[in-house]
Every structure is written in C-alpha cells, then in structure tokens.
C-alpha cells in the first residue's frame, strides 16, 4: 500500500485543492473466479471459428454414425462400438479448441483487454482449463445421446456401455483437451500448436518404433498407445502407471512451462 | 488519481520509458504526447500491469494495479482499439467483458448508446468494423463497469474531425463529474483538441508538462497583418525575436508587445492570438528533438 504523504511526482490537470483524494473500491485483488470462468466458457464457442468446430464436431459424429448404421456390419452396430466411432473425431478436434482457447489472447491480442480485466493472470489460465474440460464433458454428452439415437434407430439394439468404458473414454477426452490447453499455452501460437499436438506424438511414435532402443520408453510414453486401454475400459495393472507417465510427459509438463510464460510474458 | 514514479523499462540496452514521473489529478483530461516510439504505449502498458516495469512503479488511487479490486469497475483501459477477436460482434465482445466485471446486459446497451454505435453495427462481426467503430468499440469497453479513471492509448485514432470533437465531448463529461482520464496521441492537434492538460514525452523522458494555455504560450505569438515583411521589419527593429511561417509571423512576444508595435505603425492585423498550433508543434519538435540529442551524446 502507499503511504498518505504526498507524492515526489509533478500534478498535472484537476486542482491540487481537492476536497479528497479519491480511494480504492475495498475488497479482493481481481475479480471472483466465478465470473472469469464464466467469461472464458463463453469466449471458447462465442467466435465463428469456435462455434464452427463444435458444429464440425457433432456433423462428423453423425455422419460416422450414420454410415456405421446404413454400410456397416450390424451386429457390431452397438450402443458401445457407437459411442467409440462417435469419439473419434471428438479425440481429433477436442484438442483444437483447447489450443484456440489458450492461443487467442496473444494471436488475436485479446490478452490487452482480458489480463487488464483480470491481472492474476494463473487464474485466467485455470479458468481456460476447466472450461475447456466443461466443454469435452459436454460435448461427450452429446455424443452419448446421439450413439442411443443411432443404436435406436439402426444399431443391434444392446445397451452395452460398462461403466469401465464411459468412464475411460471420459478420462482419454479431458486427457486430450486437456493437451491442447497446455500446447495452446506453451506454443502461444495457434497453427505451431495444433501442428506440434498432430505431429510431435507421431514422430515420438515412429522414432520409439524404427529405435529399437526407444521401444521400452515408448509404450509408457506414447500418449496414443496408453489411452487405448482406456478406450477399451481394460484398464489393469501397469496401465495406469503408463498412462500418468504419459500424461505428466504431454500434459503436465507443457501445462507447466506454459503457464509460467503467460504469467511472465508481456502483454502488447 | 494516476501516479508514476520515477518509472524505468529498459529492453535489454534500450531505455524505453526513462524514470517518468507524474500525478494525473481528478477532473482533468490529460493528453500524453509523444511522436511514435517516445514510450507512450510501454509506460501505459507498465500503468495496468502488463509489463513489469524495470523500475519505479504506477498507482492508481493509490494501488498498483495488481492490487486492485476488481479493475475493470475502478480503470477503464483500452491499449489498442484493433485488439479485438474479429470472429465476435461488437456486442459479444461487451458482453463477454460485462461477465467478468460483473455488470449486466442492460449496461452493455448502455455503454453501445453512448459511443454511438447502432443495434445493427453491435451484431456485425469486429472483422468488419472500420478503425473508427472498432475506437468506438474500445472505449464502451472502457466505460463498461462505470471506472472513475480512463486510460486510453491512442483513442483518436482511425476518428474523423467530429468523431474526435464527440470524443472530446464524452471526455469532458467523465472529467466534469470527478473522472481522471489519461490518453496518449502523437498528433498534436488531435490533442489540442481533445486534451486539458499535456504530459509530453521524447525517447522515453518527459520534456515538459502543464495546462495547453501554459504551454501553448510559451510557444510564442501567432500574428498575421496585411503586410507580414514590414511588420517583421518593425519588430525585428524593436528587439522582439520573429520567425516567418508559411501564414504569418511567429513572434517569442506576449501579444500585447506585438499589438502595440502594430497599432504605433498603422499596420492592418488580420490575427494576434496566443500560441497556436504551429508554436506548439515546433516546440513537440524542438523539444523531442533536444531529447534525442542527449541520448545519442549518453
């Protein structure tokens, strides 16, 4: 806090008689986390281009359902193989609304309006977090509710969703969206993210098989082959250990370091 | 109430903001001005805690602006009007930022009245909004949650004459009911315009500061006569200092010495006014111009 004394510097404007110096509003430094959150949900589907992956997404889920359910072999045609065709393209595109998320403050420059709304800057950052984990429940939803329609309309008929396998196929999207965040963080740019989220996993993916080497660190580092269990909601023993490796290597590790760019970077 | 204390940001060996120090006081519209590159944008930047300063530091109402309770209802900023995500509408880009300040749709309605933007230019995308409306834009968003000080970076600019004389209107009002408004240009005349108080600034220091009526008299005396080379004969002759420019005389003289002499010698004036633009603006260059002297001699 400052002192009551007179300041050093020069006035310029207003007169120096004022009857009082005019004070703070009292309270907590920034603004409750409530409402940034709220801001930062809003902001990820409020542009064109956010609301046009959400749209992409579910027209891409339909159409596979839809396919799956005319050209595909029925008997395979249930409520379970639906929902996983129908997180597919969720896996793909998750990730790309994570990475706009946390890229648009610095390749749209909207951090001069937002980080001057609210300058604690890691709660604006975690506040992007958990709306884009919202985001991928919601969406997850979604596609449950449209794989039941598929298996109503077209699909065997079998309710045979365990409780493994949703909670699996929960965990791998909010592992991936979760991914884009942090790459979205850590590039600050958005093509160099998405690029870095599609391609890095795969050259990781070729070098752990062309090294023989690698092999071994490959299949507890490789986010695609620890996830697959997951999917499967076969998920025993050692998987769990693999899949926390693999995650604190692609999750955690560039959620970390980009975070502490944006609480240190200049805004301009 | 704004204040900056001997605030310093240097990038690596280049001084962008040279210990500045200053007390934007309540009730006034202050211009800070500056050709490009003066450190305007980084002192104002350094002002809401987007760039850690080197050294010194800036309150307002007596915070730094990290400490502040929820700033968007006590500061409105606007850094760079062209800032905005061109994928939103005019009015989500308000609403977005009314959710975090925490005031309602009604105000956004407001804010979009009183810049004078239309219900149909508020559902255009910013994508298709010219400089002027994106200005327009900016400045709701800074008058969103009703702050009591206003910093804004190059607000005139991309405005047209009456945009800036509607700017200066708004401006007054926040200024006439206790508001602190600091704004950068580097145009003089848009300042002039717009401004009460200057603050100017060349290579990162202040060159000087005070009311315009102050400064603009110590640029000088702007005279103009039916017969500008007898009359700059005449006060050439009586001691006073005359520069020619291209519409009169300019003469480092109150305007009392240089109406006496015209009257003694029947010369017809057609102008004897205080200051004047060109006065100011050759003091802007003069002065930034000694600035950058200094600096090439350190």
Not at chain 2, 181 to 209: F, N, P, T
């Amino acid at each position: 806090m400052t002192t009551t004394s007179h300041s050093p510097a020069p006035a310029v404007g207003g007169s120096a008689d004022a009857p009082t110096a005019p004070t703070p509003l009292d309270g907590r430094p920034g603004v409750p986390f409530a409402r940034t959150f709220r801001a930062e949900l809003r902001k990820m589907v409020d542009t064109r281009a956010g609301r046009w992956m959400v749209i992409v997404m579910a027209a891409v889920a339909v159409l596979i359902l839809a396919g799956f359910v005319i050209w595909g072999p029925a008997e395979d045609a249930s409520f379970r193989g639906l929902l996983q065709l129908a997180t597919l393209p969720l896996a793909m595109l998750l990730p790309i609304i994570g990475i706009m998320a946390a890229t648009a403050e610095w390749s749209q420059r909207t951090g001069l309006v937002t980080f001057v709304l609210e300058p604690r800057r890691g709660r604006v950052v975690l506040a992007k977090a958990l709306a884009a984990l919202v985001l991928a429940v919601v969406v997850l939803a979604a596609a449950v509710a449209a794989a039941a329609v598929a298996n109503l309309v077209g699909g065997n008929g079998e309710w045979d969703l365990t409780a493994a396998i949703g909670g699996g196929v929960l965990l791998a999207l909010l592992v991936y969206v979760l991914q884009g965040v942090a790459f979205g963080l850590l590039f600050l740019n958005t093509p160099v993210a998405i690029v870095s989220v599609l391609v890095l996993p795969t050259v990781w993916s070729i070098a752990t098989m062309a090294v023989s080497s690698l092999e071994e660190a490959g299949r507890w580092l490789n986010l695609d082959l620890v996830t697959q269990p997951l999917f499967e909601g076969e998920m025993a023993g050692q998987d769990w250990a693999r899949l926390a490796t693999a995650c604190a290597v692609w999750v955690l590790l560039p959620l970390a370091v980009g975070t502490y760019r944006v609480l240190r970077r200049e805004v301009k | 109430m704004i204040t900056v204390e001997n605030l310093t940001k240097r990038y690596g060996g280049f001084t962008a903001v040279d210990d500045i120090s200053f007390q934007v006081r309540p009730g006034s519209v202050v211009g800070f001005l500056g050709p490009n590159g003066a450190g305007k944008s980084t002192a104002m930047r350094m002002m809401t805690g987007l760039t850690p300063p080197t050294s010194g530091r800036a309150t307002i109402l007596g915070q730094t602006y990290r400490e502040l309770h929820n700033p968007g209802r006590q500061v409105g900023v606007m850094l760079d009007a062209s800032a905005q995500h061109p994928g939103r509408t005019g009015r989500e880009v308000l609403r977005v930022a009314a959710v975090s300040v925490g005031v309602g749709k009604a105000r956004v309605e407001e804010v979009l009245a009183l810049v004078g933007l239309t219900d149909e230019e508020a559902g255009r995308r910013v994508r298709n909004y010219s400089l002027g409306m994106r200005q327009r834009l900016g400045i709701a968003a800074a008058l969103l949650g009703e702050p009591r000080v206003l910093i804004l970076d190059e607000p005139a600019n991309g405005l047209d004459p009456q945009g800036i004389h509607w700017m200066r209107g708004l401006l007054r009002r926040f200024a006439d009911g206790g508001g602190t408004v600091l704004l950068s240009s580097h145009l003089l005349h848009e300042v002039q315009i717009v401004a009460d108080d200057l603050v100017m600034i060349g290579r990162g220091r202040i060159v000087a500061m005070g009311t315009k009526d102050e400064l603009l008299a110590r640029g000088g005396t702007t005279v103009q006569s039916t017969d500008d080379a007898r009359l700059a004969g005449l006060l050439d002759a009586a001691g006073v200092p005359v520069s020619r420019t291209g519409s009169g005389l300019v003469v480092d003289a109150e305007a009392r010495v240089v109406g006496e002499i015209a009257a003694r010698e029947s010369v017809v004036l057609l102008e004897l006014r205080s200051g004047g633009s060109e006065g100011l603006e050759e003091m802007f260059l003069g002065l930034t111009a000694a600035t950058s002297r200094e600096g090439d001699a350190a």
